[in-house]
């Protein structure tokens, strides 16, 4: 199984500062990566695919990046409805493992 | 719009199965992947499999063969997840998520449904 190994684990920031977000592939994944974002009590909600797409309506200061083993999310100038949890996911191969999730808080 | 509606809460006693519901609307339901996702409380996600509504095929973690039974039924365009000889490590709430034949990324989700495992 390909282990998805995510980081920082939490993060305490404030509104304005830029962040990023880092997953490292036990393997070559070939950019079949999401990001997700999940609030408190909610669903994740997609945000990135194919390691470097924005989903439909995910503002612009979000962005994705990588290749091979290394991907990175980066928020721009974070807004107070940024804060939640985000996990990346690779899709080369089953089981389509999840990194360990970055809690991102204000700081 | 599309919809993952999922059925509600299960309070069930150890050694128990459970059987939860996700309903889907607004797209063609033979069409796409319906995968199921645990979230034990304050944990991460771990992806438990998918079934693929228009032909029956179904593809499992290794984790869950035994444990989890994908199913789904056309005419009422519902997918099904039964979780068998429950144990209190099986209390998590449960999504299900759709994805396209041609991507695996989950584009939408239903709500979760909660699963206590209790006597």
């Known amino acids: 199984d390909i282990q998805m190994t995510q980081s920082p684990a939490s993060l305490s920031v404030s509104v304005g500062e830029t962040v990023t977000i880092t997953c490292r592939a036990s393997?070559?994944?070939?950019?079949?990566l999401a990001w997700y974002q999940q609030k408190q009590g909610k669903s994740p909600q997609l945000l990135v695919y194919a390691a470097t797409n924005l989903a439909d309506g995910v503002p612009s200061r979000f962005s994705g990046s990588g290749s091979g083993t290394q991907y990175s999310l980066k928020i721009n100038s974070l807004q107070s409805e940024d804060f939640g949890s985000y996990y990346c996911?690779?899709?080369?191969?089953?089981?389509?493992?999840f990194g360990g999730g970055t809690k991102l808080e204000i700081k | 719009q599309v919809q993952l509606q999922q059925s509600g809460p299960e309070l069930v006693k150890p050694g128990a199965s459970v059987k939860i519901s996700c309903k889907a609307s607004g797209y063609s339901f033979t069409s796409y992947y319906i995968h199921w996702v645990k979230q034990r409380p304050g944990q991460g996600l771990e992806w438990i499999g998918w079934i693929f509504p228009g032909s029956g095929n179904t593809k499992y973690n290794e984790k869950f063969k035994g444990k989890a039974t994908l199913t789904a039924d056309t005419s009422s365009s519902t997918a099904y997840m039964q979780l068998s000889s429950l144990t209190s490590e099986d209390s998590a709430v449960y999504f299900c998520?759709?994805?396209?034949?041609?991507?695996?990324?989950?584009?939408?989700w239903g709500q979760g449904t909660t699963l206590t495992v209790s006597s």
């Open positions: 996911q690779h899709f080369w191969g089953t089981p389509y493992t």
């Open positions: 393997e070559n994944i070939y950019s079949n």
């Open positions: 998520a759709r994805s396209g034949i041609y991507y695996r990324y989950n584009d939408y």
